[in-house]
């Protein structure tokens, strides 16, 4: 079999889906075709390729490539999949190459030979590279297709390169008559994905402003990543953003142009200059090219595929690389008096695009033009909600006068936006410094408290606080000792001092009535308003303030401020029906992305999803939400609250349900990042000791969260439910569990979950009375989730169970069984276990507790693979997991699945 092509990556990225339908198509043992789309370097060798390592070893592999220049070769992709075979008899290999025999004669040989070599063996058969097939070739394809077997026929090739005088043209509209094709279309790597690919290929999580830079300068396709990577030894990404072309690279994309003539050469070099986006009455003006002459130019560069039509009288180079290789390779000052002529006829062509602006000024050496443009465009974006491209333009004029304060708020807001935290640290606390009238320094210090809450800086926090109030004492009454009692209200709201974040909020308000400050006023009201959400007494009015606030704030283009509070209102209690969570998990998504916000328009949105799914009582919705947020977001690099946003909401989902393993990685991923709150592993370490039956670690694990209790200012429903379910699951001691209440119970706790802990209290100690009377006035408390609810039905079955009211037991059983209907773990194992003590038959309260349908979708994927035979160190190239996290997912499934051997997975995920 002929070599594939490798890549610098050691796993493909962002085909799992496209290889899963390869694979059940190959593993089908029937006759199947599939046709792989997609332009140069997009992964189609390198899906094929993943492909092959997935067939089991008694398949017969051919693969053939045609070339450029293959269409007066006849059967070259037959003899390319063939040769070195010494089994291939010479006399048809002579026959196959006789001209003087008829067309069909030769064509019978080419099957003669393939069927030889296949037998009745299963047989995977690959024509790369269509495009470029002979006519004979084209015909073979066709034929092999309507042959019978257990076999599958792959073809590739590149759409733009298929025109009606190829033989490809043909075959492709004759295949979609005659039989059923499997399309496989790839499209370029997504920002995750490519951060995927960097994080693959350096071993570590990869910096955001790194990938959005190489995502952009590559347009996502794999090849050029991984050129570009091989160009740079120790694949230090920032470096490689401004990296040199490889000249192998440089010199393939230039081939593209080498043929053209003067005039059409003169036109895209002055494309490749005028940038991304190239509008057609700029480009004929700066070349002074008519009209007429420019359209011809333009649709020949197009067919080329040079360039695409990328909107109305606007262009672009289809890969951006293409454009850097051209300008490259251009004279400086040719380069400067494009610029110059771009800037010329935008400047005298009145409104245009700041950033166009800026680009050509800067390329031109006019820094007075560009930072004008900049501090314009910066506004503009961030208005936009296109918040990186703020930051690029601001950074651009900073590079020329980084003193000026405008620029810096305006870099310091966008990095925050775009979830820079190093980057907004750095230019907001320079804003604060150069800050020369007390409005910017009360912007610049509002600005600071939150993002270092966001890093996790408390000592900055409380510092910065310090700073407020010095500046609020030297104030008088106004718009600016406003806006900094806003900043502090926000600060003790952010660390947990509800009564000082009231009473500074009301103070702002006070002022922004007195004064008629419209945007101070919306501030204090969301300070205010978060202040009281957090509080179970005032919750109702903290949520109706927001409600309101969110419709001011949209009507005044406030999205920031309408996208925070729509985020609290979501997180807070829960609104009455699954719609009206999803409405208003919509609309934070939208009003965030109209910000630019990038933590709360991806990150937080599917937190929110997975919330979503919690509500309906619906577990595994609930992990695949999160587990699909985790996947997006591990392979950047980042800091403080945003580093593994997941993974502590996962890990608590995993306990639910019982997937210890996972729980176990969880922690150990978590307990590796810096700056942890001091309470989040002693936390998860206690409950998966209590879970697995591991009293010493439990009791260890114990003491260290209640050690640490005092540093978080916070206290939490679930919290505390989770925690004393999983002690009275191990039977820690009674002055144990009293310890715990005291120490997670405040009055922060909503009293459905203090009634509720207390029962189960009351139920440990033998209380049952006392415990009844907390369960059922709390069985219908809209703020417990449906699975908390079945527990407190379950419960209350126990108690009435004790006192014998056998009856009434029962109704509280079948009560508890919609709740738990799409739950899994302990608490269906629970209510299992008091069905089974009154005599009750089974039900499928919980399907999934074994079988192929308990597998979370990462579950069923990892499955597949382990059907198809790949060992847990090739499950973890293929998935981009440590070899560790695949053996917990080996173990999971085999424990799930009942089975003692991979083979019995795959039969049981076959038969399912």
């Known amino acids: 079999m002929r070599t594939i092509r490798g890549g610098a990556s050691p796993m493909m990225i962002g085909r799992e889906s496209e290889l899963r339908r390869l694979t059940q198509l190959a593993s089908a043992r029937e006759s199947a075709v599939a046709i792989i789309a997609g332009e140069p370097g997009i992964g189609k060798t390198r899906l094929v390729h993943e492909l092959l390592t997935t067939v089991p070893a008694e398949t017969v592999v051919l693969v053939g490539q045609a070339e450029p220049g293959s269409l007066s070769r006849p059967y070259e992709v037959l003899l390319d999949a063939i040769d070195g075979r010494p089994e291939v008899d010479e006399e048809q290999l002579a026959a196959l190459a006789d001209p003087r025999r008829s067309p069909v004669e030769r064509l019978h040989t080419g099957l003669a030979i393939l069927a030889d070599l296949i037998g009745d063996s299963p047989a995977v058969i690959v024509f790369e590279d269509l495009h470029w097939a002979d006519s004979e070739s084209a015909a073979l394809f066709e034929r092999i297709a309507d042959q019978r077997g257990p076999r599958l026929l792959v073809g590739t090739y590149r759409p733009d390169e298929v025109t009606r005088r190829q033989p490809v043209a043909g075959l492709l509209v004759r295949m979609e008559r005659r039989h059923t094709v499997t399309h496989v279309r790839l499209d370029r790597l997504t920002p995750a994905q490519t951060a995927a690919l960097l994080a693959a290929a350096t071993g570590a999580p990869a910096p955001m402003r790194a990938v959005t830079a190489l995502h952009h300068r590559t347009g996502g396709n794999p090849f050029f990543l991984e050129e570009l990577l091989r160009a740079l030894p120790g694949y230090d990404l920032e470096a490689l953003v401004e990296q040199p072309l490889p000249w192998s690279l440089a010199d393939v994309l230039r081939r593209q142009v080498d043929d053209l003539d003067p005039v059409s050469h003169r036109i895209v070099e002055a494309a490749a200059v005028l940038g991304h986006r190239i509008p057609f009455d700029l480009l004929a003006d700066v070349t002074g090219t008519a009209e007429d002459e ?51 006829v935008l400047l005298n062509g009145g409104a245009s695009d700041p950033a166009m602006v800026a680009h050509h000024a800067c390329g031109a050496g006019r820094y007075d033009d560009m930072i004008a443009a900049a501090r314009r465009g910066t506004a503009l974006y961030l208005s936009l909600g296109s918040a990186y491209q703020a930051l690029q333009l601001a950074e651009m004029g900073l590079d020329e006068v980084p003193d000026d304060t405008d620029l810096l708020a305006s870099a310091a807001r966008a990095a925050w936006l775009a979830g820079l935290l190093d980057d907004a640290l750095r230019y907001g606390r320079r804003w604060r410094d150069l800050a020369g009238t007390t409005t910017d320094r009360a912007e610049s210090l509002y600005l600071l408290v939150r993002i270092a809450w966001e890093s996790r800086e408390t000592d900055e926090m409380r510092a910065l606080t310090h700073d407020i109030g010095t500046l609020i004492a030297q104030l008088p009454p106004g718009a600016d000792q406003a806006r900094a009692m806003t900043a502090i209200a926000q600060s003790a709201y952010l660390r947990g001092d509800l009564n000082a974040a009231l009473l500074w909020s009301d103070r702002a308000l006070v002022l922004a009535d007195e004064f008629d400050l419209s945007a101070v006023r919306l501030a204090a009201l969301f300070e205010k308003g978060s202040t009281l959400s957090a509080h179970p007494q005032t919750a109702a009015d903290g949520r109706k303030i927001l409600s309101t606030l969110v419709d001011e704030a949209e009507e005044a283009g406030e999205w920031v401020l309408a996208a925070r509070a729509l985020n609290i209102l979501v997180q807070g209690e829960p609104p009455t029906s699954p719609a009206e969570y999803a409405a208003t998990l919509e609309r934070m ?4 992305e109209r910000a630019g916000f990038e933590s709360l328009a991806v990150a937080t949105y599917f937190q929110g999803r997975a919330r979503l799914a919690l ?61 942890n709150p001091s309470t989040m592993i002693p936390g998860l370490a206690f409950h998966l000791a209590c879970r697995r039956g591991d009293l010493p670690h439990a009791e260890a694990s114990l003491d260290e969260l209640i050690a640490a209790l005092p540093e978080q200012t916070w206290r939490s429903n679930d919290q505390a ?115 089974a003590q009154l005599g009750m038959a089974p039900v499928d309260a919980a399907p999934a507790l074994t079988g192929p349908a308990a597998l979370t979708p990462r579950e069923r994927e990892v499955a597949v693979l382990i059907s198809d035979g790949l060992t847990n160190t090739e499950l973890a190239r293929r998935l981009y997991i440590s070899p560790k996290t695949a053996a917990v997912h080996v173990s999971n499934i085999l424990r799930k699945l009942g089975a003692s051997s991979r083979t019995e997975v795959g039969d049981l995920v076959g038969r399912h």
Not at 294 to 322: C, K, M, Q
Not at 589 to 592: H, I, Q, S, T
């Open 294 to 344: 420019l359209i011809a130019v333009l649709r020949d560069l197009v067919t080329r595929g040079v360039l695409v039509e990328s909107g109305d009288d606007e262009f672009a180079f289809r890969h951006a690389l293409v454009r850097e290789a051209i300008a490259d390779q251009m004279l400086g000052r040719q380069r400067r008096r494009l610029h110059e002529a771009a800037l010329d």
């Open 589 to 592: 998504r939208v009003d965030a």
């Open 615 to 675: 509500r309906a009582g619906d577990l595994r919705a609930a992990i695949g939400a999160l587990e699909e947020g985790r996947e997006q977001d591990r392979s950047y690099r980042r800091r403080g609250r945003w580093a593994d946003y997941h993974g502590v909401f996962l890990a608590g989902l995993h306990l639910e349900a019982g997937a210890l393993d996972q729980v176990e990685q969880l922690i150990t991923d978590l307990a590796a990042l810096p700056d």
């Open 721 to 835: 439910h989770d925690l004393i379910s999983a002690a009275l699951d191990i039977g820690l001691p009674a002055h144990r569990l009293d310890q715990m209440a005291t120490a997670l119970l405040d009055t922060d706790v909503w009293d459905a979950y203090r009634t509720l802990v207390d029962a189960q209290l009351a139920e440990a100690r033998g209380q049952h009375a006392e415990a009844l009377a907390g369960y059922l006035p709390i069985a219908e408390a809209h703020i417990l989730g449906p699975a908390t609810r079945g527990t407190v039905r379950v419960g209350a079955a126990r108690c009435l169970l004790a006192d014998d009211r056998r009856e009434e037991a029962s109704t509280q059983v079948e009560a508890a069984v919609p709740l738990l209907a799409k739950w899994h773990g302990w608490r269906v194992a629970q209510l299992a276990q008091v069905r």
